[in-house]
């Protein structure tokens, strides 16, 4: 891992992205983030009951909202960042610390007040986790002409996650009544049916025991391994998605949108805009700002399917014969004391999206499978650690 010089608002922006995932692992790709950093973490609190509950489509959100909100601060600059299903990371400059906690805080007072969800939120300084023993590296994955999402390894950023879960570096939330900006905050999509039986959720972590070599060479292994699903297991059409008169998703857009104004309000006047978008996707009417077709794939390049995040994150649409390959190859490296995983089943995929305009290629749309994803492959992990 390197650490380079530079403004430190411009650090990321100036890391140059790779597009082949299957070198994910190579340590030269990563920066280390300057000392003076801050990451950011934040994660829903009893994700899991929420679940069972049927309301992930709702963790999905709070957790996409973490990032929006860190968009929308003014004087927009490019920052890492990576979704987690039932929550978030992220990093930011000094002079950014006290918009980032403003935002934060705001969006726990908003999960509060619109959907009875307990948020944790914290920032924690680099320089707390090196003096820890462990690193914040970045690398910048091209995933298409208009967006590239971050890839974090050196295990910092899961110790921030721990130690906010252990009550420390933890924000309040803000006055009650203050919003988040979560502009382009959206849910629209129809959820994804995997073409070949399955949506299969794959975490998988290094056991810090064992030598990064032979971690970085599973990985490697496991990629060739889904390399032979069609385009690498990714879960969306290379058309893209469909859509609905009628998306599921919009009820939590309407909240994360209305403002100051009533929800049914904000829900009908959603409504009324899907439906006439609707009849332009159905219809593949262009309009000045978008081309449907050409928008569609757009999401489908633009989709995070596949990240780093101090561990592997896949979200595969797959079939039985290739998840028992995986979790075989898996379980022998965990047996070996190279790693610890947990995978899990289920029948669709779901998108969260970020779409700051609808005439510009820069949206971005965070796939988890639809059932609980990366938060229930979660508890196999943590229990192949023995917690």
Same mark, same amino acid.
């Given at each position: 891992?390197?650490?380079?010089?530079?403004?430190?608002?411009? +650090?990321?922006? !100036?890391?140059?992205?790779? %597009?082949? +995932?299957?070198?994910?692992?190579?340590?030269?790709?990563?920066?280390?983030?300057? #000392?003076?950093?801050?990451? $950011?973490?934040?994660?829903?609190?009893?994700?899991?009951?929420?679940?069972?509950?049927?309301?992930?489509?709702?963790?999905?959100?709070?957790?996409?909202?973490?990032?929006?909100? !860190?968009?929308?601060?003014? $004087?927009? @600059? /490019?920052?890492?960042?990576?979704?987690?299903?039932?929550?978030?990371?992220?990093?930011?400059?000094?002079?950014?610390?006290?918009?980032?906690?403003?935002?934060?805080?705001?969006?726990?007072?908003?999960? +509060?007040?619109?959907?009875?969800?307990?948020?944790?939120?914290?920032?924690?300084?680099?320089?707390?986790?090196?003096?820890?023993?462990?690193?914040?590296?970045?690398?910048?994955? /091209?995933?298409? #002409?208009?967006?590239?999402?971050?890839?974090?390894?050196?295990?910092?950023?899961?110790?921030?996650?721990?130690? @906010?879960?252990?009550?420390?570096?933890?924000?309040? @939330?803000?006055?009650?009544?203050? /919003?988040?900006?979560?502009?382009?905050?959206?849910?629209?999509?129809?959820?994804?049916?995997?073409?070949?039986?399955?949506?299969?959720?794959?975490?998988?972590?290094?056991? %810090?025991?064992?030598?990064?070599?032979?971690?970085?060479?599973?990985?490697?292994?496991?990629?060739?391994?889904?390399?032979? =699903?069609?385009? #690498?297991?990714?879960?969306?059409?290379?058309?893209?998605?469909?859509?609905?008169? !009628?998306?599921?998703?919009?009820?939590?857009?309407?909240?994360?949108?209305?403002?100051?104004?009533?929800?049914?309000?904000?829900?009908?006047?959603?409504?009324?805009?899907?439906?006439?978008?609707? =009849?332009?996707?159905?219809?593949?009417? %262009?309009?000045?700002?978008?081309?449907?077709?050409?928008?569609?794939?757009?999401?489908?390049?633009?989709?995070? +399917?596949?990240?780093?995040?101090?561990?592997?994150?896949?979200?595969?649409?797959?079939?039985?014969?290739?998840?028992?390959?995986?979790?075989?190859?898996?379980?022998?490296?965990?047996?070996?004391?190279?790693?610890?995983?947990?995978?899990?089943?289920?029948?669709?995929?779901?998108?969260?999206?970020?779409?700051?305009?609808?005439?510009?290629?820069?949206?971005?749309?965070?796939?988890?499978?639809?059932?609980? $994803?990366?938060?229930?492959?979660?508890?196999?992990?943590?229990?192949? /650690?023995?917690?």
């Amino acid at each position: 891992m390197v650490m380079i010089n530079l403004p430190k608002d411009l +650090f990321y922006n !100036q890391i140059q992205p790779f %597009s082949d +995932f299957t070198r994910v692992t190579e340590l030269d790709l990563y920066h280390s983030l300057p #000392d003076d950093w801050i990451v $950011g973490v934040a994660d829903v609190v009893d994700s899991t009951g929420a679940i069972e509950a049927g309301l992930y489509k709702t963790i999905n959100t709070i957790g996409a909202s973490i990032i929006a909100a !860190q968009f929308n601060i003014p $004087g927009k @600059m /490019q920052f890492p960042y990576v979704f987690g299903g039932d929550g978030a990371a992220f990093a930011i400059w000094p002079a950014r610390r006290e918009a980032s906690k403003d935002a934060l805080m705001a969006v726990k007072r908003w999960a +509060f007040e619109e959907f009875n969800m307990i948020l944790r939120v914290a920032l924690v300084p680099v320089r707390e986790i090196r003096a820890a023993g462990l690193d914040v590296a970045v690398a910048r994955f /091209q995933v298409s #002409d208009g967006v590239d999402y971050a890839m974090f390894r050196g295990g910092g950023v899961v110790w921030a996650e721990n130690k @906010m879960k252990e009550g420390e570096f933890q924000l309040e @939330m803000a006055a009650e009544g203050i /919003q988040p900006d979560l502009s382009g905050l959206s849910c629209r999509w129809t959820p994804l049916k995997p073409k070949r039986g399955m949506v299969l959720s794959v975490l998988v972590s290094p056991n %810090s025991g064992a030598a990064s070599g032979a971690f970085r060479e599973v990985v490697h292994e496991l990629l060739e391994l889904v390399h032979h =699903l069609e385009r #690498d297991g990714h879960p969306v059409p290379v058309e893209g998605p469909t859509t609905s008169w !009628q998306p599921k998703g919009v009820t939590q857009e309407a909240h994360a949108s209305r403002g100051k104004q009533p929800y049914w309000r904000r829900l009908i006047e959603l409504r009324v805009r899907v439906f006439i978008a609707w =009849l332009f996707f159905l219809t593949n009417t %262009s309009t000045s700002e978008i081309n449907p077709s050409e928008y569609r794939a757009e999401v489908s390049s633009n989709t995070d +399917f596949r990240k780093f995040d101090d561990g592997l994150k896949l979200t595969l649409d797959c079939d039985e014969p290739m998840a028992l390959q995986i979790e075989e190859l898996l379980e022998k490296a965990r047996l070996d004391g190279v790693l610890y995983y947990g995978t899990y089943r289920q029948k669709e995929a779901m998108m969260t999206c970020i779409v700051p305009s609808t005439a510009t290629n820069d949206h971005m749309h965070f796939v988890d499978g639809a059932s609980g $994803g990366y938060a229930r492959a979660s508890i196999m992990l943590k229990k192949s /650690q023995g917690k």
